[in-house]
């Protein structure tokens, strides 16, 4: 299937394969400073056309579809509203940073892959340089029901002091180590599914250690299902993380690598992240679930990226 690729200058990239667009990167938000502005991607679509993401959910509306959010870097937060304060809970702090566009390095969709590829700077609040990043992502047809993202990152520290990653959990709060690559689903998939290699659940999940987690949701009104698999890259630091899961009060996934571990990264130095995201249409099991992350995982170790970052070190 060919995947085709529409650039609003400035603002996003949208990929489509055929009729159906699978998702829109919105690189440079016009997002609120309290929401810790962030490129995102959403909406995101299966192969169906069914909608797997939600956008500024009230309850929390800095969550905006795929992001890639850090709650605790340092003292800055890129995740969004208020910061964890042990003994007083969550306060708004004059330390929502943001993660801006600089430069687009690679834009181009060949056949059934799409590739987008930029620079960006994380600034604090107070306008400090915190970190500089390379992001790739790429887009591709795994076949008539499902495709995947593999989303890669390299963060250089240029703040000129080590910057210590962290979550709520390392910050005290138990059982609450979000924070990575935050995936939020659409209201209609609260009470659904969670799965990871282990077995199947739903907030019991959250905190265990695994190569890969999926989310089972049926959409409203077509009743229909769809699956959601993300998978952790073997070099990522922290490997296998801890996930960040909710289906009880919301539908999210987050490989969470500073769950209940802060990794410190020294001035200069380089962190690396890969990810692979299934997106299919239906509800494929646990026997057909394991088979989506396998092809996840097939994917995700032949996908060179557009915009290859060099120097990094875990």
Not at 170 to 193: C, D, I, M, Q
Not at 259 to 283: I, K, M, P, Q
Request: glycine residues 10%; contains cysteine.
């Amino acid at each position: 299937m060919t995947l085709l690729l529409h650039h609003a200058l400035g603002r996003s990239v949208t990929v489509r394969a055929g009729e159906v667009p699978l998702f829109t990167y919105v690189y440079a938000p016009s997002t609120d400073r309290i929401e810790s502005p962030k490129p995102y991607l959403h909406p995101i679509h299966t192969l169906a056309g069914d909608l797997v993401s939600l956008f500024r959910p009230h309850d929390h509306v800095w969550h905006k579809g795929i992001a890639w959010s850090l709650p605790h870097v340092g003292e800055h937060n890129f995740w969004g509203g208020p910061t964890y304060v042990h003994g007083q809970f969550y306060v708004q702090l004059d330390n929502n940073g943001s993660a801006v566009h600089r430069e687009m390095t690679a834009l181009s969709a060949d056949g059934g892959r799409a590739d987008a590829a930029h620079r960006l700077d994380w600034i604090s609040q107070a306008g400090q340089k915190v970190i500089e990043e390379q992001r790739a992502l790429t887009a591709t047809v795994l076949d008539d029901v499902s495709w995947a993202l593999i989303f890669d990152t390299a963060m250089t520290n240029v703040s000129g002091d080590t910057l210590d990653f962290g979550s709520p959990t390392t910050k005290g709060r138990e059982n609450a180590g979000y924070g990575g690559l935050f995936w939020r689903g659409p209201r209609s998939f609260t009470g659904g599914v969670a799965q990871s290699p282990h077995g199947v659940g739903s907030d019991d999940l959250r905190g265990t250690r695994a190569d890969w987690f999926a989310y089972r949701g049926r959409h409203d009104e077509s009743g229909r299902s769809s699956t959601i698999v993300m998978i952790d890259d073997a070099d990522n630091p922290q490997h296998p993380p801890q996930w960040f899961t909710r289906s009880e009060e919301f539908a999210c996934l987050c490989p969470a690598p500073f769950f209940s571990e802060e990794l410190s990264l020294e001035h200069g130095r380089t962190l690396r992240f890969r990810y692979a995201v299934v997106v299919a249409t239906g509800d494929h099991g646990v026997g057909g679930t394991i088979s989506l992350a396998e092809q996840g995982r097939s994917v995700l170790a032949a996908t060179v990226p557009a915009s290859p970052s060099g120097g990094v070190v875990a």
